[in-house]
Protein backbone atom coordinates (compact mmCIF):
# COMPACT_ATOMS: atom_id res chain seq x y z
CA UNK A 1 0.00 0.00 0.00
CA UNK A 2 1.17 3.52 -1.32
CA UNK A 3 1.82 5.44 1.89
CA UNK A 4 1.93 9.62 1.48
CA UNK A 5 5.46 10.21 0.80
CA UNK A 6 5.17 7.52 -2.25
CA UNK A 7 2.03 9.47 -3.72
CA UNK A 8 4.08 12.79 -3.25
CA UNK A 9 7.18 11.15 -5.20
CA UNK A 10 5.13 9.62 -7.90
CA UNK A 11 4.85 13.26 -8.54
CA UNK A 12 8.48 14.48 -8.36
CA UNK A 13 10.51 11.68 -10.14
CA UNK A 14 12.69 12.88 -13.09
CA UNK A 15 12.97 9.13 -14.46
CA UNK A 16 10.76 6.13 -13.66
CA UNK A 17 12.42 2.85 -13.63
CA UNK A 18 9.74 -0.35 -13.70
CA UNK A 19 11.01 -3.43 -13.11
CA UNK A 20 11.11 -7.53 -12.30
CA UNK A 21 14.07 -9.10 -11.20
CA UNK A 22 15.54 -11.30 -8.63
CA UNK A 23 12.15 -12.46 -9.13
CA UNK A 24 10.60 -8.97 -7.32
CA UNK A 25 8.65 -6.72 -8.88
CA UNK A 26 8.89 -3.06 -8.21
CA UNK A 27 9.65 0.62 -8.91
CA UNK A 28 12.63 2.89 -9.16
CA UNK A 29 11.36 6.32 -8.87
CA UNK A 30 14.27 8.87 -9.11
CA UNK A 31 15.69 12.30 -9.30
CA UNK A 32 19.05 12.84 -11.42
CA UNK A 33 21.41 15.03 -10.00
CA UNK A 34 23.88 14.50 -12.79
CA UNK A 35 21.10 17.09 -14.88
CA UNK A 36 20.78 19.16 -12.02
CA UNK A 37 22.82 22.71 -11.91
CA UNK A 38 24.49 23.23 -8.18
CA UNK A 39 22.25 26.46 -8.15
CA UNK A 40 18.98 24.09 -7.73
CA UNK A 41 20.92 21.15 -5.54
CA UNK A 42 18.32 18.81 -3.78
CA UNK A 43 15.65 20.31 -1.40
CA UNK A 44 15.22 18.41 2.00
CA UNK A 45 12.00 17.28 1.33
CA UNK A 46 13.62 15.52 -1.54
CA UNK A 47 15.93 14.09 0.20
CA UNK A 48 13.03 12.00 2.42
CA UNK A 49 10.63 11.20 -0.46
CA UNK A 50 14.43 9.71 -2.50
CA UNK A 51 16.21 8.66 0.43
CA UNK A 52 18.88 6.31 -1.39
CA UNK A 53 21.23 7.87 -3.09
CA UNK A 54 23.38 5.68 -6.01
CA UNK A 55 26.57 7.53 -6.46
CA UNK A 56 27.36 5.37 -9.59
CA UNK A 57 24.35 6.52 -11.70
CA UNK A 58 24.01 10.15 -10.16
CA UNK A 59 20.49 9.69 -8.42
CA UNK A 60 18.32 9.86 -5.73
CA UNK A 61 15.53 6.41 -5.84
CA UNK A 62 12.74 5.98 -3.91
CA UNK A 63 12.34 2.02 -3.76
CA UNK A 64 8.46 0.54 -3.88
CA UNK A 65 7.46 -2.83 -4.42
CA UNK A 66 4.67 -3.98 -6.73
CA UNK A 67 2.88 -6.94 -7.03
CA UNK A 68 3.02 -8.52 -10.75
CA UNK A 69 2.96 -11.00 -13.00
CA UNK A 70 4.71 -12.05 -16.66
CA UNK A 71 3.56 -14.02 -19.63
CA UNK A 72 3.48 -14.36 -23.45
CA UNK A 73 4.21 -16.04 -26.29
CA UNK A 74 7.25 -18.12 -27.66
CA UNK A 75 7.65 -21.06 -30.17
CA UNK A 76 6.97 -18.89 -32.90
CA UNK A 77 3.17 -18.27 -31.22
CA UNK A 78 2.50 -21.60 -30.54
CA UNK A 79 2.91 -21.74 -26.75
CA UNK A 80 2.42 -19.28 -23.93
CA UNK A 81 4.79 -19.20 -21.17
CA UNK A 82 4.29 -17.86 -17.76
CA UNK A 83 7.04 -17.70 -14.82
CA UNK A 84 5.79 -20.56 -13.86
CA UNK A 85 7.77 -21.65 -16.96
CA UNK A 86 10.18 -18.95 -16.55
CA UNK A 87 10.65 -17.94 -12.47
CA UNK A 88 14.13 -16.25 -13.60
CA UNK A 89 12.39 -13.81 -15.80
CA UNK A 90 13.43 -10.13 -16.14
CA UNK A 91 11.40 -7.13 -17.54
CA UNK A 92 12.15 -3.35 -17.43
CA UNK A 93 11.06 -0.26 -18.87
CA UNK A 94 12.55 3.31 -18.53
CA UNK A 95 10.56 6.36 -18.35
CA UNK A 96 12.67 9.13 -18.89
CA UNK A 97 11.91 12.63 -17.70
CA UNK A 98 8.67 11.26 -16.98
CA UNK A 99 7.12 14.68 -15.60
CA UNK A 100 6.89 15.07 -19.30
CA UNK A 101 5.29 11.72 -20.12
CA UNK A 102 1.85 12.69 -20.33
CA UNK A 103 0.96 8.58 -19.25
CA UNK A 104 3.25 8.91 -16.05
CA UNK A 105 2.10 12.13 -15.34
CA UNK A 106 -1.78 10.68 -15.48
CA UNK A 107 -0.53 7.73 -12.97
CA UNK A 108 1.28 10.68 -10.62
CA UNK A 109 -2.36 12.35 -10.57
CA UNK A 110 -4.55 9.61 -9.31
CA UNK A 111 -2.83 7.47 -7.13
CA UNK A 112 -3.63 8.10 -3.43
CA UNK A 113 -2.41 6.98 -0.13
CA UNK A 114 -3.94 3.07 0.13
CA UNK A 115 -3.33 2.04 -3.17
CA UNK A 116 -1.57 -0.81 -4.22
CA UNK A 117 0.05 -1.24 -6.94
CA UNK A 118 0.73 -3.27 -10.25
CA UNK A 119 3.13 -4.77 -13.06
CA UNK A 120 2.10 -6.60 -16.16
CA UNK A 121 4.69 -7.50 -18.42
CA UNK A 122 3.74 -9.37 -21.21
CA UNK A 123 5.88 -10.80 -23.65
CA UNK A 124 5.45 -11.37 -27.72
CA UNK A 125 1.93 -9.86 -27.64
CA UNK A 126 1.44 -10.67 -31.34
CA UNK A 127 2.95 -13.95 -31.76
CA UNK A 128 2.96 -13.75 -35.62
CA UNK A 129 5.49 -11.08 -35.98
CA UNK A 130 7.67 -14.12 -34.34
CA UNK A 131 8.28 -15.62 -37.83
CA UNK A 132 9.56 -12.11 -38.93
CA UNK A 133 12.00 -11.99 -36.15
CA UNK A 134 10.45 -9.45 -34.25
CA UNK A 135 8.76 -9.40 -31.15
CA UNK A 136 6.01 -6.90 -29.38
CA UNK A 137 6.09 -6.30 -25.62
CA UNK A 138 4.02 -4.17 -23.40
CA UNK A 139 4.60 -2.66 -19.84
CA UNK A 140 1.18 -2.36 -18.11
CA UNK A 141 0.76 -0.30 -14.53
CA UNK A 142 -2.05 -0.84 -12.30
CA UNK A 143 -3.21 1.17 -9.56
CA UNK A 144 -5.36 -0.88 -7.21
CA UNK A 145 -7.99 0.85 -4.59
CA UNK A 146 -10.56 -1.07 -2.30
CA UNK A 147 -12.62 -3.09 -5.37
CA UNK A 148 -11.42 -0.98 -8.12
CA UNK A 149 -8.65 -1.69 -10.40
CA UNK A 150 -7.36 0.45 -13.16
CA UNK A 151 -4.95 -0.03 -15.73
CA UNK A 152 -2.16 2.35 -17.54
CA UNK A 153 -0.47 0.49 -20.84
CA UNK A 154 2.45 2.51 -19.49
CA UNK A 155 5.16 1.14 -22.50
CA UNK A 156 5.35 -0.85 -26.05
CA UNK A 157 8.18 -2.12 -27.43
CA UNK A 158 8.28 -3.83 -31.02
CA UNK A 159 11.67 -4.91 -33.27
CA UNK A 160 14.05 -7.41 -32.81
CA UNK A 161 14.29 -9.30 -29.72
CA UNK A 162 18.26 -8.03 -29.19
CA UNK A 163 16.74 -4.49 -29.27
CA UNK A 164 12.86 -3.85 -28.21
CA UNK A 165 12.83 -6.94 -25.63
CA UNK A 166 11.35 -5.47 -22.45
CA UNK A 167 10.98 -9.29 -21.24
CA UNK A 168 13.19 -11.27 -21.47
CA UNK A 169 14.27 -15.24 -19.78
CA UNK A 170 16.42 -18.01 -21.11
CA UNK A 171 14.43 -20.52 -23.09
Not at 130 to 159: A, Y
Request: charged share 25%; with cysteine; net charge neutral.
Amino acid sequence: MLNHDDVEAFGAAETVLLKRQGRRFYLHLALELDLRNAARGVTAREEQLFNLRLSEQGQRVRVIAAVGEMFGAEHEGLASWSLIDHPDATGHLALSCAQSDSRWKTVAQIVRPGDGIGLRFVGNTQPHLLSRGQVRDEVEFEIRRRTTTLTFLLGVTVGPPDIAQTVRYKA
